[in-house]
């Protein structure tokens, strides 16, 4: 009783500071918001043997910087994962080189897989040919780059 109460109210605490930029916590919601990211990351290693196997865990900004220097020579295969959802945080792993995938671990629990490719797709804009089909099709688009990031991330939340 009087335990998980506690780690529920310390939860919403922290979980409000995340939410106005002032923390680095997890925003996991219903009952995963009565379990402290510690336990949670525990849970999700024995419960999903691969995370613990094969990704690395990054558990917040500073786990991350400590991590950035030796990655490439200590990641396996393509992903780590965390249980943050920060935008401060998605803001970093994306400086990084990270691409930020949301994955659905069941029951509204979710986790962040960033993927950092060893070898990215590399487009050469004086050799490339758009096709005329191509370029009809494109002006109904408008790209745009840092203006949308809360939308891009709530759309990427929904699409889950």
């Known amino acids: 009783g009087g335990k998980k109460k506690k ?3 310390n939860r919403t605490k922290n979980q409000s500071n995340a939410d106005k930029g002032d923390g680095d916590e997890a925003t996991q919601g219903g009952k995963w918001s009565l379990i402290d990211i510690d336990s949670l990351h525990s849970l999700i290693e024995k419960q999903v043997p691969e995370f613990r196997r094969s990704y690395m865990y990054i558990r917040d900004s ?3 910087k400590s991590k950035i220097a030796t990655l490439p020579r200590t990641l396996k295969g393509d992903f780590c994962w965390s249980l943050i959802f920060h935008k401060q945080f998605i803001a970093e792993l994306c400086y990084e080189g990270f691409i930020p995938i949301c994955s659905a671990l069941g029951e ?3 986790t962040l897989l960033p993927k950092l490719h060893e070898r990215r797709s590399i487009l050469h804009f004086k050799d490339m040919h758009t096709s005329k089909g191509t370029k009809k099709r494109l002006k109904k688009f ?3 780059v840092n203006t949308a990031f809360d ?3 709530a759309g990427c939340v929904e699409q889950v």
């Open 151 to 153: 939308k891009v991330i």
């Open 142 to 144: 408008q790209l745009t």
């Open 7 to 9: 780690m529920f109210l």
């Open 108 to 110: 509204g629990l979710y």
């Open 62 to 64: 500073k786990d991350l």
